[in-house]
């Protein structure tokens, strides 16, 4: 049975920085391309960055670029979002998830899903 489980959220003051887990079981990271999604209230899902299991390459949302970045453990099974220069704007539920397919930004390319790791950005 497939789990994918985020943790890292938190309260953090606007210029700060939080690392996101994304640790799973029942799969192997390394055959699947890693999506690191957002959905803050009444928005809809935003895709923040992927990273592709083919040649390794990461590519980023605009709201991400520069301030964000993804990286994997394969040791660990384990991939990770790290987020700088925290702004309020940035508040949202992050998710992560796999693909057997190509990064998309579409969620719905899609298979598996954590549950999502709760970060707000406020003084």
């Known amino acids: 049975q497939v789990h994918i489980v985020e943790s890292g959220g938190g309260l953090v003051q606007p210029g700060g920085s939080l690392r996101l887990s994304c640790e799973a079981s029942?799969?192997?990271?390394?055959?699947?391309?890693i999506g690191w999604f957002r959905q803050a209230p009444g928005k809809a899902r935003e895709g923040v960055g992927c990273?592709?299991?083919?040649?390794?390459?990461?590519t980023y949302g605009d709201s991400a670029k520069g301030r964000f970045t993804i990286s994997r453990d394969s040791a660990k099974n384990t991939a990770y979002l790290q987020l700088n220069s925290l702004e309020p704007e940035d508040t949202a539920i992050y998710y992560c998830?796999?693909?057997?397919?190509?990064?998309?930004?579409?969620?719905?390319?899609?298979?598996?899903w954590g549950q999502g790791t709760q970060v707000t950005v406020s003084s």
């Open positions: 990273n592709s299991n083919y040649d390794g390459s990461t």
């Open positions: 029942g799969l192997s990271l390394e055959e699947y391309a």
């Open positions: 998830a796999a693909s057997v397919y190509y990064c998309s930004r579409y969620p719905s390319q899609y298979t598996y």
